[in-house]
C-alpha cells in the first residue's frame, strides 16, 4: 500500500491527461454524429479531468532532484487553470443560458489548447522519470527482462557488461571485452 501513496501523483496524472482529451473528442464526435448525450459524456469527463488535474498539481513531488521540475510544474499549473475556467464557463453556461456550449468554435479550440498544454506537461514529466531511448538501444524491437536485464553499463539499474553499446557492435569495430578485465 505504500507503494501506491508514495508514487500518487505518477498515478493521478493519467486522469487528467485521459479524460480532458476525451472530453473534447466526445464534443467532436457529438458534432459530428449529432449526438447531443454525448456532449453530457464531455461535459463529465471535464469535470473529473479537472478534479484530477488539481490533485496532480496538488501530489507533485515538491523536492527532486531535477531541473525540469520547476518548468513541469509551472505547465500543470497553467493546464490546471485553464481545466478550471473551461469547467466554471461551460457549467455557468449551461445552468444560466440551459444550453451546452460543447458545440462553440471557440471553446472548442480553447479544450484543444487544454488537450495541448496537458499532453507537454506529460511529456515534460515523462522526460523527468524516464531515460531517454537511443536507436538500436533494443535490437529487434526485444525490450530485455526485468529491471536491469538488457541495460546498458552506466544506466541506472543497469547490470549490463560494461562497453555495452546495447546490442550494437561497436562503432569502431573492436570486440568487446565482457567481465571486470574490460576498461570503460
Not at 41 to 57: H, N, Q, Y
Not at 119 to 124: D, E, I, K, P, S
Not at 137 to 150: A, E, H, L, S, T
Request: charged share 15%; glycine share 14%; hydrophobic share 45%.
Amino acid at each position: 500500500m505504500n507503494y501506491l501513496w508514495d508514487n500518487k501523483h505518477f498515478i493521478i496524472t493519467h486522469f487528467p491527461i485521459v479524460l480532458l482529451l476525451f472530453s473534447l473528442l466526445f464534443d467532436l464526435a457529438a458534432l459530428i454524429w449529432k449526438k447531443r448525450e454525448w456532449h453530457s459524456a464531455a461535459l463529465i469527463c471535464l469535470i473529473i479531468g479537472t478534479v484530477s488535474t488539481v490533485a496532480a498539481v496538488l501530489t507533485g513531488p515538491k523536492m527532486m532532484r531535477n531541473p525540469n521540475v520547476e518548468t513541469h510544474a509551472m505547465y500543470g499549473v497553467y493546464t490546471m487553470y485553464l481545466a478550471i475556467a473551461l469547467c466554471i464557463v461551460r457549467g455557468a453556461i449551461g445552468l444560466w443560458k440551459k444550453r451546452d456550449i460543447g458545440r462553440n468554435p471557440l471553446y472548442l479550440v480553447v479544450t484543444l489548447a487544454a488537450v495541448v498544454l496537458v499532453m507537454y506537461t506529460a511529456h515534460l514529466g515523462g522526460e523527468m522519470v524516464h531515460r531517454p531511448f537511443k536507436p538500436g538501444q533494443f535490437p529487434q524491437g526485444k525490450m530485455g527482462g526485468g529491471q536491469g536485464q538488457g541495460a546498458s553499463a552506466g544506466m541506472p539499474g543497469g547490470q549490463g557488461v560494461p562497453g555495452d553499446q546495447g546490442g550494437q557492435p561497436p562503432a569502431d569495430g573492436s570486440a568487446v571485452a565482457s567481465g571486470s578485465d574490460s576498461a570503460e
